[in-house]
Each structure stands twice: as C-alpha cells, then as structure tokens.
C-alpha cells in the first residue's frame, strides 16, 4: 500500500472556541455562567456548578495545609464518582499535578508504578482507604484523604456560599496538571506529564471535529477518570461546554441504556466496540427513546462493520471511531458531518501531522 509520508489535518483548529489559562479557569467559566446547572448526576446524587465550586475550593483549602503547590503531586486512588471529579480539580487548583491511578490494582501492582512517584498527599474513596493507606505508608506521603460515604463528606462545603476560588493563584498553561500512565505494553506503565496547554489544546480538537452546543449537551461516561479518553474527553469536554455530565459508575448495559433514555443524552462518550455490542443486546434497547443522541464516539478497539450498520440503523446516528494515545490523545476522528471511511480511525485532528514509516 502506498501512502503519502506526511498526512495533515484537513481542517484547522475553530479559534472562534472560548479560550482559558488553564483547565481551571476553564472550570470557573462554567460554574460562574451555569451555577444553577446539574454539573454531575450519579444515580441518585447530583451536584450543580455552583455546588462543585464550592466543594473544590473547599478541598483545596485541606490540600494547601497538606502542602499542595506548584511542584507537588496529589495520587488519586479512586473510581469514578463527583468526589473524584472534585478532587481532580481541586488538586490543579492549587497549581500541583493530579496523578489518577486505577484503584483496581493490586497493592503489588501500585508498589511497581508508583515507584518514583512522589506525592504529598493522595486522596481515595472508601473502597480503597485501607490500599491507599499502605501506598502512603510504603511511599511515605504525608497526607490520606478519603472523600465521600465514610470519609469527607462534600455536603458541608457544598452548602458554604463564601466558599470560591481565588483567582490571582489559579495555574497558568504551562504548569503541570495531570500524570497519567500508558497502558504497559512494553512492562510497567510509565507516567506521562501533561501541561494545561496541552489538555485544553487537545479539549479544542475534540470540540473542533465533534462541535458542541453550550449549555445543552447532556453527556453519558462509563470510561474510567483515570484513563485518558474518561478524563480528557469525557470529564473535561463537558465542562468546557457548560454540560451537564451523567456517570454511571459500572458497565451495565441495562443501566447505560436506561441512562441513555432518562437523562435524554446527546454525547454517548462510549468506547471500545464491546459496550456498543453490550448495548444492542440489552433487552431494553428496543424500547428506549434514543433520539437525543447526536454523537456516538469510539476507540481502544475497532468497530466491526455489522456493528456499525445495527448501531445506525436502530439509532439513526454513525458511531465516529477515533484513535489517540495516552501521551498525546487525540490523533484522529472521524467528523460527523464530512465524509466518512467504514473501519477507519479517520483523518488527523486540527494542529497535528502523522507519518506513516515502515520499522525501518
């Protein structure tokens, strides 16, 4: 097959998107133009923008007298829930770098990637106090948090209306806001430094090729925060836009149907082609009013072809594959108004250049 060295972008980067000086700005954005919005609905718990806001300025204060700044880490060891969403921006708030770990792993397995990490705090749930308290004692990090039912509750600071962020002391774009780790595929998975910079930059691509309508996008996202499509996609995006985001905290393809229908979602921030294929065998499917949706992204996996013409058919909106890499996602999407390529990852996202090479 021949293809041409050096494959471009085919549509330049929308400067006519809201612009911030850091992820956090951007988070301010939202809660000063949406406060009275659902910012997160999980099952029965909700927190609008205004609460959020409250609630991260809140944290921050505690990670600030645990010695969070510009130079420090916070780990995170937490599955998706509003506390976690509240502790991600919370930590880049006080100009540290957040480093969300999977709280799935084995304590071996957290010994071995958090090797040279180090942290003055980190922050679990319940599920994974007694496993993060052993990485803070092995890692010897000052400071355990734990957020939520058994822990820190956000109730008071929810409610506290003197409670905001201070904006002279918020980061700028070059100051390190996430470490985030591959896969692993070549051993131990190795931390990767993101900027603000680069995160916003990479949220105006995703809102350049999927184009968003603020204050009236409803997301759905069953992929975890600490991966970089859960994160960067479907944790940021709908701030950017000043959505509201539904969580459901596991796959159940049941539940991820009903919440599809019930909350009336326009973005299914889905993923690889098994949770589609969960879906489509639900046997709520047939009956559950889709016709909110307008965008069905995949990755991690290709979509069958099958897959993509039952998805069509029974919904009336293209799942749009994508392809990125925890160091530098997104590379390509596939646009939902150009012209598409059945099996293809499609064309390059605005500001960035691929080369294909042979090993040699």
Known sequence: MTVPSHIRAPQPLNT??????????????AVEAQPDLPAII??????????????????????EDAGAKRGERVILLMANSIEMDVALTAVMATCAQVAPINPFLTLPELKKQLGDVQACAIISDKLSEEKAGQVAAQFAIPTHLTL???GIKLDAWKADKTLELDRARLPNLDDLALLIFTGGTTGVPKGVNHTHRGLL??????????PCRFREERFLNVAPMFHIWGLAY??????YTHSTLVMVPRYVADKVVQGLADHKITVFAGGPAPIYMGLLTSPRFAKADLSHLRYCPSGGAPCPEELHREWLEKTGQPILEGWGMTEGAP???NTYSGKRKLLSVGNPVPGTELQVVDLE
């Open 234 to 239: 479907s944790t940021w995006v709908p701030i």
């Open 16 to 29: 006519a998107l809201p612009q911030h000086e850091s992820l956090v700005h951007m988070f301010v954005a």
């Open 201 to 210: 930059y990479s949220v105006l691509q995703h809102v350049t090729v999927w």
């Open 42 to 63: 999980l099952e029965q718990q909700r927190i609008t923008y205004a609460e959020f806001g409250r609630a991260v300025a809140g944290l921050v204060k505690r990670l």
């Open 331 to 333: 590379f390509c999407l």
């Open 148 to 150: 939520g039912a058994g």
